[in-house]
């Protein structure tokens, strides 16, 4: 038996607007809330890469080395193509803001997994130079993205600020690193903490949208913002 859909999407900026169609018109099949997958794609991925950052895990952060080639295969299965499916199904739903996340999200990751695999290996001594402008332009994109989601809910806007939060603190970081062949520093283990914080938030996000439409009522609210 399918679960009854609760009101009101947490990613929802762009409903599709009000038919004037009969109600017979309108039965059909209609997809569920792909909401929720692409938000755990992404709570999960950046939870084991923040594992890392901070060095909590692993010796050290080396690029192609230690347990990235392992958070690389995550990267490109769930973040990467499991999240990007999710956006396309956003698109489907007639979410604009949610397309435009997972999709751009999802292909972050699988481009993460290509620096990993390629660029870190064949030009070491540029790697940080070049993370240093990836993460300064995704963290461009998500402080837009979070000005968005100011009309979602509280729940998905703040994953938004701390992920722009974490973006930036890592791009500093890393540029810090440009040059040098350096496992890691101070910068980066707090991008870290911060990224640690952001797949928590996220994590409680999804899973807010599914168990509150699983039972039909709101048991973990992701406070909706006005419109």
């Given at each position: 038996?399918?679960?009854?859909?609760?009101?009101?999407?947490?990613?929802?900026?762009?409903?599709?607007?009000?038919?004037?169609?009969?109600?017979?018109?309108?039965?059909?099949?209609?997809?569920?809330?792909?909401?929720?997958?692409?938000?755990?794609?992404?709570?999960?991925?950046?939870f084991?890469?923040?594992?890392?950052?901070?060095?909590?895990?692993?010796t050290?952060?080396?690029?192609?080395?230690?347990?990235?080639?392992?958070?690389?295969?995550?990267?490109?299965?769930?973040?990467?193509?499991?999240?990007?499916?999710?956006?396309?199904?956003?698109?489907?739903?007639?979410?604009?803001?949610?397309?435009?996340?997972?999709?751009?999200?999802?292909?972050?990751?699988?481009?993460?997994?290509?620096?990993?695999?390629?660029?870190?290996?064949?030009?070491?001594?540029?790697?940080?130079?070049?993370?240093?402008?990836?993460?300064?332009?995704?963290?461009?994109f998500?402080?837009?993205?979070?000005?968005?989601?100011?009309?979602?809910?509280?729940?998905?806007?703040?994953?938004?600020?701390?992920?722009?939060?974490?973006?930036?603190?890592?791009?500093?970081?890393?540029?810090?690193?440009?040059?040098?062949?350096?496992?890691?520093?101070?910068?980066?283990?707090?991008?870290?903490?911060?990224?640690?914080?952001?797949?928590?938030?996220?994590?409680?996000?999804?899973?807010?949208?599914?168990?509150?439409?699983?039972?039909?009522?709101?048991?973990?609210?992701?406070?909706?913002?006005?419109?």
């Amino acid at each position: 038996m399918e679960a009854a859909r609760v009101p009101g999407r947490e990613a929802d900026v762009a409903p599709a607007p009000p038919t004037t169609e009969p109600a017979a018109a309108r039965v059909g099949w209609s997809p569920a809330d792909p909401g929720p997958l692409g938000l755990a794609a992404f709570a999960g991925t950046t939870f084991v890469l923040s594992l890392i950052n901070t060095g909590l895990v692993g010796t050290q952060h080396v690029p192609g080395g230690g347990l990235l080639p392992m958070v690389a295969a995550l990267a490109l299965a769930y973040g990467g193509i499991a999240q990007f499916a999710a956006g396309i199904w956003e698109f489907r739903t007639g979410n604009t803001f949610g397309a435009v996340a997972f999709c751009s999200f999802g292909m972050f990751w699988v481009s993460l997994y290509f620096v990993v695999h390629s660029v870190a290996q064949n030009v070491p001594t540029e790697v940080f130079s070049g993370l240093g402008l990836y993460l300064w332009m995704w963290g461009i994109f998500t402080a837009y993205m979070f000005i968005a989601s100011l009309r979602t809910t509280a729940a998905v806007a703040a994953v938004f600020l701390l992920l722009t939060i974490t973006f930036i603190i890592l791009g500093i970081g890393n540029s810090a690193l440009a040059g040098t062949r350096s496992a890691t520093n101070g910068t980066i283990k707090l991008g870290g903490w911060v990224g640690l914080a952001t797949a928590i938030v996220a994590w409680y996000a999804s899973f807010a949208a599914v168990i509150n439409s699983t039972f039909g009522r709101v048991l973990m609210p992701v406070v909706p913002l006005r419109r």
